[in-house]
Nanobody, 126 residues
Framework: QVQLVESGGGLVQAGGSLRLSCAAS????????IGWFRQAPGKEREFVTS????????YYADSVKGRFTISRDNAKNTWYLQMNSLKPEDTAVYYC???????????????????WGQGTQVTVSS
């Protein structure tokens, strides 16, 4: 059974930092693009960032560019989202995701997601 488990969410003041982790089990995702999405209250889930299967290409939503960094550790089957300079508008449930098709280098924005994590709450106070 494939599972993606996020951790690292919490409450932080504006301007602070958090690091989210997504630990995968049940299969290896080293050949798959992986990413992060988020959903704020009353809004649709939105793309935040993704990284290609090789790690050579990363994509970011304009709203987080320059503040968030995605990375992956294939040896641990884990990926990360470093979030700096957090803003109250970053408050949301953050979901990690894995692509449905291997060896993709394009952004995961608009593509079919193969697996979702259960989500972790990030709250940024002003």
């Amino acid at each position: 059974q494939v599972q993606l488990v996020e951790s690292g969410g919490g409450l932080v003041q504006a301007g602070g930092s958090l690091r989210l982790s997504c630990a995968a089990s049940g299969r290896t995702f080293s050949s798959y693009a992986i990413g992060w999405f988020r959903q704020a209250p009353g809004k649709e889930r939105e793309f935040v960032t993704s990284i290609s299967w090789s790690g050579g290409s990363a994509y970011y939503a304009d709203s987080v560019k320059g503040r968030f960094t995605i990375s992956r550790d294939n040896a641990k089957n884990t990926w990360y989202l470093q979030m700096n300079s957090l803003k109250p508008e970053d408050t949301a449930v953050y979901y990690c995701a894995a692509d449905s098709v291997p060896y993709q280098i394009a952004t995961m924005l608009g593509r079919t997601i193969g697996y979702w994590g259960q989500g972790t709450q990030v709250t940024v106070s002003s």
